[in-house]
């Protein structure tokens, strides 16, 4: 069996398509160092993406310690197991004067909206909106690598593929408006702190900011399961790039998948039909990564 | 920064040490078609291994379509939206003789174990368990490629990583007994279906078996963050492999990581200090499947 190959009529199928071709990879670039977080696009108005309770021990520690946004009061169980993360927490509450209410674990779990807080709630002011134009530009020598989602609504997943996608180095994340994006306790707990570095843009509908990413010269690339090229194929480096994740229902939406530069499966060697969408994306994202450092 | 090398002081870090070395990869081989399942090891007794209660669409579809083990009865709700996959399911069920129960949402919901059943409930004989020799052993053409777990407990890792390395072409799983692994009906789901395909070994101490698995000839790939190697820069194509993952909390216990043959990280290009260990799994047996093709 030979490797699959580009999608379309046109020859050099690992090319993308429509004459746009990615520059040849430069030096590796590093990007900036890993402890830098990004920040907020800074225009973003205070909105209706969510984010205000952070559950769980990681989630809690990285809203402390990046300080993007003011946390309004951290609820603490009483008798907890001693833990240098839990410790850790507690000095960035002091520090930052955050108060600290020390509430029974009964209490505490009364007050939590995940089924495993971990001992700690923290209540913050809500994430603010990144601009999706602001995200198509290159900062501080990071090229944009965006993780754009069209329809995934569980919360492990929504917030499983934002921790991966930090992870990975991506620079952003793209939620459309309608599909039920908001960042719950339970996305911010599987996302693990991921939201207070990764901005995330809400656009109205994911086909229009598509057009718009690809305009500003992002490479726009659909994972779907259906294209004829292999993710390993693709001949992109450190150009800036979205990569487009649909529904583990439906996949992408058809009109989402007409706006990508390319399509891309990743190949399958089991009996399964399709791997679940925050493992396809762990994939797709690490992929994208490793060609961006050469 | 030059890319990680191998740990130890031997040279030609990107060798597994010990002195043996894997050989030239040939020609990619394909395995057995997909559309094969992989069957129970024979031998392997009706065990404490779960997997009784199957729910959600795609895994109770599974289930029925290999055929590896007895269907006692399904449940199915009255009333829900028609759907091919449910169509396929009643199929699969009429055609394999499984008595078919319509029951209310209500009730269905009431059988169910986890929170989404999808409307279909099905009760079937334990899983076997497959002898750890077998796993060891090419089937087929198909040199061993496993997955070994060392703590993960969470159902729903545990469950997506099972899926992952099903899609990944895995050959077999190696669960240790007294981390509590059990295939409850929530890690089923989450398998969607895996389970029905991918042997699992269940072994008393993932140490012992991490030696059994090298005397047998299979290399051992632990993953851990510490490690100087790279997943990327890994010297191995189609040789028996094993990728050893440790528990999200406190990773590989120690005594694992010292019995695999070489330990390697992914490299992390974000402010987070790690991927969730079901992401990981995927990022890492998809490196590994992607060599196993050349």
Request: glycine residues 12%.
């Amino acid at each position: 069996m030979t490797p699959p190959r580009g999608r379309g009529s046109s020859a050099g199928g690992s090319q993308p398509p429509r004459g746009r071709r990615p520059g040849v990879a430069g030096p590796p670039r590093r990007g900036s160092p890993p402890g830098a977080p990004s920040r907020r696009g800074g225009r973003g108005a205070l909105s209706g993406l969510g984010g205000e309770q952070v559950e769980g021990r990681h989630a809690v520690r990285e809203l402390l310690a990046t300080g993007s946004r003011r946390v309004r009061e951290l609820l603490v169980a009483d008798g907890m197991d001693p833990s240098a993360l839990v410790t850790e927490i507690l000095d960035l509450a002091s520090a930052a004067r955050v108060p600290v209410r020390r509430v029974s674990r009964a209490r505490l779990d009364a007050a939590a909206a995940t089924d495993a807080p971990q001992g700690v709630v923290a209540r913050a002011e809500p994430l603010a909106e990144a601009d999706l134009d602001d995200l198509a530009r290159s900062v501080a020598g990071r090229s944009p690598f965006l993780l754009a989602l069209d329809g995934v609504t569980d919360p492990h997943n929504l917030g499983a593929l934002l921790r991966t996608a930090e992870c990975a180095g991506a620079t952003g994340a793209v939620l459309p408006r309608h599909r039920a994006v908001h960042v719950t306790p339970a996305v911010a707990k599987a996302a693990a702190g991921a939201i207070e570095h990764l901005p995330l843009a809400v656009v109205a509908g994911l086909p229009a900011a598509l057009t718009q990413l690809r305009r500003a010269g992002v490479w726009t690339v659909g994972l779907d399961q259906d294209a004829e090229q292999s993710v390993y194929d693709l001949a992109l480096g450190t150009e800036p790039v979205a990569l487009v994740l649909g529904s583990e229902g439906s996949g992408l939406s058809r009109l989402a998948l007409q706006r990508c530069d390319v399509a891309v499966h990743i190949p399958q060697r089991g009996s399964l039909p399709s791997l679940n969408v925050a493992a396809a994306g762990a994939v797709a994202c690490f992929e994208l990564a490793r060609r961006r450092l050469g």
